[in-house]
């Protein structure tokens, strides 16, 4: 449907380019996803950050870390979703340090959600940073982050592989299950 509004002319606005953007990184369609980017220059909506966190997500979804961090270079204003996206991509990719890194970058500019700290967390199960995962589960605990069972999974799983076996017990005990 967006191929034919574009034949007949339509140009499209932001809206309609969220609309087809997780399609293209779904099905993988890379000239597609390519083509689309290019029509977010050409038409001016390069600085709408919901389009750019699009372009972020569908370029993961390509395995195109280039295009990732170009996109993400780029970007005049990031918001917590933009960050997320990235570190949850690095992540996804195996570019751990990079998710880390993020991730600390990312604290002075904006608070975290409990999406940021649950993917940090698993970073840390997968390199085994047992100081890294302590150090997070502290920031939790200081700033009041409710633990809900998926955090509280993931810490159990990070203390796991960090072999603290105490410590995942005194999460799971917490839980109340």
């Known amino acids: 449907m967006f191929h034919q509004s574009r034949i ?4 499209p606005d932001a809206f309609m380019v969220l609309s087809v953007l997780p399609a293209c990184g779904g099905l993988v369609a890379v000239e597609e996803g390519q083509m689309v980017h290019g029509l977010v220059e050409k ?3 390069k600085a ?4 750019n966190n699009g372009l972020l997500s569908m370029y993961f979804k390509f395995g195109n870390l280039t295009s990732c961090h170009l996109v993400f270079d780029e970007m005049a204003f990031r918001d917590t ?4 996206t990235v570190i949850c991509g690095y992540s996804h990719s195996g ?3 990079e998710s880390i890194k993020l991730f600390f970058e990312m604290l002075y500019k904006f608070n975290p959600d409990m999406l940021t700290i649950t993917s940090v967390l698993l970073v840390c199960s997968h390199v085994g940073d047992l100081k890294l995962g302590r150090d997070i589960h502290d920031f939790m605990m200081r700033n009041g982050y409710q633990c809900d ?3 509280s999974n993931i810490l159990i799983n990070m203390y796991s592989k960090c072999g603290h076996s105490l410590a995942a017990r005194a999460v799971f005990d917490r839980m109340g299950i």
């Open 8 to 11: 007949s002319g339509m140009v």
């Open 43 to 45: 038409i001016g909506i």
């Open 48 to 51: 709408d950050v919901v389009v």
């Open 81 to 84: 979703v933009t960050w997320n």
């Open 95 to 97: 570019l751990y340090e």
């Open 149 to 151: 069972t998926t955090a």
